[in-house]
């Protein structure tokens, strides 16, 4: 969970409503085809994602790769099939190897994707990929084909399908625009990436590379509930031979006798950058949560699965009959906060009273939710038990969801959980630090695992370091060649 104050709900039906059918000529194939928007929707669209994407994720910091990733993306653009659109490159805070775009000229890369890349070549062919995402057109495209119910991931759905339903609308959580592209797409986008980034110089044989590196991570669909780069962009096949194949082409039509790659200037680039999860936002350890930044704790409930999530975290039972999310409110006071959930959440309420926690003011609530279930057309009772807690004047929310039917048996489990929270003062948990990736030079010619050794890395870790840096342990490097580790 991260220090953003922000709650996030993308509304769709709002942006559907404003959008009006019509026919253009898609810029890349020069083709009529139907658009559900015009240019100037698409990027009221992206100035409307924008700030909802970045204070679900928060922004990561780092100005030198900041400016290199906006030079690069301001110089692709003005030789892309849309000169005249203005590109925005922004960094997300966000360990998952992932990189998307939404309409309108915004381009994401997490972290975690930036900490993977080897050489300025692969950030530049992903960045042309996206960018060919954009140019086609493919994401309002697909909106015209009416794709709207696979455009959102709702994070953190680790209870029952039923209890899930109840859950999105009480963590008012992440609801972010991921695309799947279709195969088409996917082949469409790594020509134009190869296209774009031959143009500004750059090998795009090393994109090629890239596409190979993340076939062998065999990521998950999902990290932390945010969906991995596999995930949002199908493999359309042999992208290898063909990318390698296009970059050939390309290379023999263009004049520069060589094509930039430029491996060390992107390692010390990214030198020191945050690598996996940052405990600084948020980390388990036994059954207690801390939070060093917003300097906080409390006990999870025994066995129940936690996942910390950008805007929340949520906690469940084995047997998915409740859930526990706790995430952070944008009202001022106690009372406004449960006002708002009872409007956002159309709750009854049933008790609510002022009480402390751990010497705090708070306020607690039950309250419900009656629906009808489509599937039988009986109604069904969803029960919430909510805390509200001022802590440094930004008020906390726990809801405890369950139905009716079973509350009973976790009241006592939600509020042990909820009453447990309270300041952390712990040194060792305020002062934890996260990982980052380290450049180093090779002292002496040897194969990879025997620089790794040099440097203590640990035996555990030399898979996960060789795949960092796109080798294997037993290749040899020579003196001097920039490798990455991971430390403190």
């Known amino acids: 969970m991260k220090k953003n104050k922000s709650v996030i709900t993308v509304s769709l039906v709002a942006a559907v409503v404003a959008l009006v059918w019509s026919c253009a000529v898609n810029p890349v194939t020069g083709k009529t085809q139907l658009m559900l928007m015009s240019e100037e929707q698409e990027v009221a669209m992206g100035l409307q994602y924008d700030p909802q994407v970045i204070a679900t994720f928060g922004e990561y910091r780092n100005d030198n790769l ?6 690069r993306g301001d110089e692709m653009g003005k030789i892309s099939h849309r000169p005249g659109l203005q590109y925005h490159v922004k960094i997300l805070d966000s360990p998952v190897v992932n990189a998307f775009a939404v309409p309108g000229g915004y381009i994401y890369l997490t972290r975690g994707i930036l900490a993977q890349f080897n050489n300025e070549a692969e950030l530049i062919g992903v960045l042309g990929h996206e960018m060919g995402h954009i140019t086609a057109r493919h994401s309002v495209s697909q909106q015209s084909k009416q794709q709207l119910g696979s455009l959102l991931l709702i994070g953190g759905m680790i209870a029952s399908e039923k209890l899930a339903q109840y859950a999105e609308y009480a963590m008012q959580g992440m609801q972010l625009l991921f695309l799947s592209f279709s195969r088409d797409n996917e082949r469409e986008a790594d020509r134009l990436g190869v296209e774009y980034s031959s143009k500004i110089g750059y090998d795009a044989h090393k994109m090629a590379d890239f596409f190979q590196v993340l076939q062998k991570m065999n990521m998950e669909a999902t990290q932390g509930g945010v969906p991995t780069f596999l995930s949002t962009h199908p493999d359309p096949g042999d992208r290898y031979n063909s990318v390698n194949q296009q970059a050939t082409e390309w290379q023999q039509k263009m004049t520069p006798a060589t094509f930039k790659v430029n491996a060390d200037s992107y390692l010390q680039m990214i030198d020191g950058i945050v690598y996996g999860e940052d405990p600084r936002q948020g980390f388990a350890e036994g059954s207690v949560f801390y939070h060093p930044d917003l300097r906080f704790k409390f006990t999870m409930p025994a066995g129940w699965t936690m996942e910390n999530l950008p805007t929340q975290v949520n906690m469940a039972p084995s047997d998915g009959k409740a859930i ?26 049933s008790e609510s009273k002022k009480t402390t926690v751990s010497n705090m003011p708070a306020l607690s609530m039950t309250s419900k939710i009656v629906s009808q279930d489509e599937s039988t057309e009986q109604q069904q009772t969803v029960m919430l038990l909510s805390y509200f807690i001022n802590y440094n004047n930004q008020i906390y929310l726990f809801h405890g969801v369950s139905t009716d039917t079973d509350f009973g048996k976790y009241t006592p489990v939600f509020e042990s959980a909820m009453k447990s929270f309270s300041t952390l003062n712990d040194p060792a948990k305020l002062n934890v630090k996260p990982k980052r990736v380290l450049v180093k030079k090779v002292q002496r010619t ?8 040099y440097y203590g890395v640990k035996k555990e870790m030399m898979n996960e370091l060789a795949l960092l840096n796109n080798l294997e342990l037993t290749d ?13």
Do not use: C, M, P, Y
């Open 324 to 349: 526990i999310v706790f995430t952070l409110t944008d009202q001022k006071t106690l009372d406004e906060a449960a006002q708002n959930a009872v409007s956002q959440l159309g709750l009854t309420v």
């Open 446 to 453: 040897g194969t990879l695992a025997d620089a790794f050794t």
């Open 476 to 488: 040899q490097v020579q003196t001097g060649k920039l490798i990455k580790i991971v430390g403190e």
């Open 66 to 71: 900041l400016r290199f990733l906006q030079s």
